[in-house]
């Protein structure tokens, strides 16, 4: 931060007068800004839909693998265990309110056989190489009792638009996008034989169901909106109008597939 610059006049404006009524409205705008981001609900939603759809769904023990400082129970508005690499305190006091966190590996979950109703997990086995993701799979298929919900990209298209994206975000930034340059997408075909196989190792019966989640061309879209300052900051009271539009858009070729699997022991 420039000392004297207009960023450091106005965090010391916020510091002398955090406790004023008008520093707090500011406050809560941003967070509850900040909790809707388009492209993070896009991916979200269909999946909360499928779990409350789940008989019972209020009573189910829920973990989410990479869930971040939030997690899919701000969405549910209920506690779910939330695993990640690392732990974002600051984010975790903001936003953490549905989430009882635990900071872990998801190659070697710390939980036991069994320990969850439903395991999640959204855009995170993109970060993984291949052997890592397949430990991943292993380790939720075994803590899972019944059903794990897995969204992510894979090679093909989106490699393509991520591509695209990158290059847009490293001209105006100078600096390629960290999340997309972690990732690693796997072979769907060859992802989709992993985890069948290492599911019908635990269940004598499996139920898998695959929807496709956002049209890349939207996703591309998405992406590019929440590069603009000014749009950023009012985001969800400029796109949450049209959310419903948006979440519509899962033509072919999409972003990503959200897979379900349910794993029946009756």
């Known amino acids: 931060m420039k000392p004297g610059g207009i960023k450091e006049k106005i965090k010391n404006y916020f510091d002398a007068h955090r406790n004023s009524r008008l520093i707090k409205m500011i406050r809560w705008y941003l967070i509850w800004n900040d909790r809707w981001l388009l492209s993070v609900v896009l991916r979200y939603k269909p999946i909360v839909d499928r779990i409350k759809a789940m008989p019972n769904y209020k009573n189910l023990d829920i973990a989410e693998i990479g869930s971040n400082s939030q997690g899919i129970g701000f969405y549910l508005k209920k506690k779910v265990t939330g695993l990640d690499l690392l732990k974002n305190e600051v984010g975790l006091a903001r936003y953490g309110e549905y989430l009882?966190?635990?900071?872990?590996?998801?190659?070697?979950?710390?939980?036991?056989?069994?320990?969850?109703?439903?395991?999640?997990?959204?855009?995170?086995?993109?970060h993984l190489n291949d052997a890592q993701r397949e430990k991943a799979l292993s380790e939720m298929v075994r803590v899972s009792r019944r059903w794990i919900i897995l969204a992510l990209p894979f090679k093909g298209e989106a490699e393509k638009y991520e591509k695209r994206f990158n290059e847009l975000f490293l001209?105006?930034?100078?600096?390629p996008n960290p999340a997309l340059e972690?990732?690693?997408?796997?072979?769907?075909?060859?992802?989709?034989?992993?985890?069948?196989?290492?599911?019908?190792?635990?269940?004598?019966?499996i139920d898998l169901k695959v929807i496709n989640n956002l049209n890349l061309d939207w996703w591309y879209l998405a992406q590019y909106l929440e590069t603009i300052p000014v749009i950023n900051f009012v985001h969800r009271l400029l796109f949450s109008p049209w959310f419903y539009l948006f979440k519509q858009m899962n033509q072919t070729p999409c972003y990503r597939r959200?897979?379900?699997?349910?794993?029946?022991?009756?």
Not at 182 to 205: G, W
């Open 171 to 175: 001209k105006k930034y100078g600096k």
């Open 182 to 205: 972690e990732h690693q997408l796997p072979d769907y075909d060859k992802f989709m034989s992993i985890l069948k196989n290492k599911a019908a190792l635990k269940s004598r019966k």
């Open 258 to 266: 959200i897979i379900s699997l349910e794993m029946v022991n009756n």
């Open 100 to 126: 009882d966190f635990v900071q872990g590996d998801a190659t070697s979950l710390g939980f036991k056989d069994n320990s969850y109703d439903v395991i999640v997990s959204i855009d995170t086995l993109e």
